[in-house]
T-cell receptor
Framework: DGGITQSPKYLFRKEGQNVTLSCEQN?????MYWYRQDPGQGLRLIYY???????QKGDIAEGYSVSREKKESFPLTVTSAQKNPTAFYLC?????????????FGPGTRLTVL | QKEVEQNSGPLSVPEGAIASLNCTYS??????FFWYRQYSGKSPELIMS????GDKEDGRFTAQLNKASQYVSLLIRDSQPSDSATYLC??????????FGKGTSLLVTP
């Protein structure tokens, strides 16, 4: 059963802690993305990766870090430097530059800072 | 920053009617356009993609693109209460990523 999985579904973090959000896909997609959604807002791009061992900053990368060591995995770390991390985090994937860029989303992780 | 604009709504239509959702974008060079549906508390689900001027139909959904006017729309025929959701317009930006509008909330009343 192909798809994108994100874990955990809900995450609570104390101020000053780093947390890592998991994103895995078995669609054999080259490109992966992280977006953040705040209430009543559109999706904002945090980081994206078009190929293993390479990634680029999006519009709001400050306070976040990523890695892409495997094609199917693109974890996002929310660091203590991120001033307002409470949000809904969405991971997506697509075939990449040759595929028209239809992006498919995972179920999301809802992060709350206590 | 390239902009994607949508009316936030809510747009209220009676069951069985046609719902019309609109989106404008600022980057005249954009080539790829997408509509996503997002239910409350859930992640976005791709409904339609459109790349050429004109209409593209898929079941009850029709996407319309007018690149000269920088305008893309989504029509939902025979609207059902289950269509009640927020609809996100997305436009491809450079290097594969998408710019999203803030979404239009649709309410289909029985």
């Amino acid at each position: 059963d192909g798809g994108i999985t994100q874990s955990p579904k809900y995450l609570f973090r104390k101020e000053g802690q780093n947390v890592t959000l998991s994103c895995e896909q078995n669609l054999n997609h080259d490109a992966m993305y992280w977006y953040r959604q705040d209430p009543g807002q559109g999706l904002r791009l945090i980081y994206y990766s078009q190929i293993v061992n390479d990634f680029q900053k999006g519009d709001i990368a400050e306070g976040y870090s990523v890695s892409r060591e495997k094609k199917e995995s693109f974890p996002l770390t929310v660091t203590s430097a991120q001033k307002n991390p409470t949000a809904f985090y969405l991971c997506a994937s697509s075939l990449g530059t040759s595929g028209g860029n239809e992006q498919f989303f995972g179920p999301g992780t809802r992060l709350t800072v206590l | 920053q390239k902009e994607v604009e949508q009316n936030s709504g809510p747009l209220s239509v009676p069951e069985g009617a046609i719902a019309s959702l609109n989106c404008t974008y600022s980057d005249r060079g954009s080539q790829s356009f997408f509509w996503y549906r997002q239910y409350s508390g859930k992640s976005p689900e791709l409904i339609m993609s459109i790349y050429s001027n004109g209409d593209k139909e898929d079941g009850r959904f029709t996407a319309q693109l007018n690149k000269a006017s920088q305008y893309v729309s989504l029509l939902i025929r025979d609207s059902q209460p289950s269509d009640s959701a927020t609809y996100l317009c997305a436009v491809r930006r450079s290097a594969d990523a998408l710019n999203f509008g803030k979404g239009t909330s649709l309410l289909v009343t029985p």
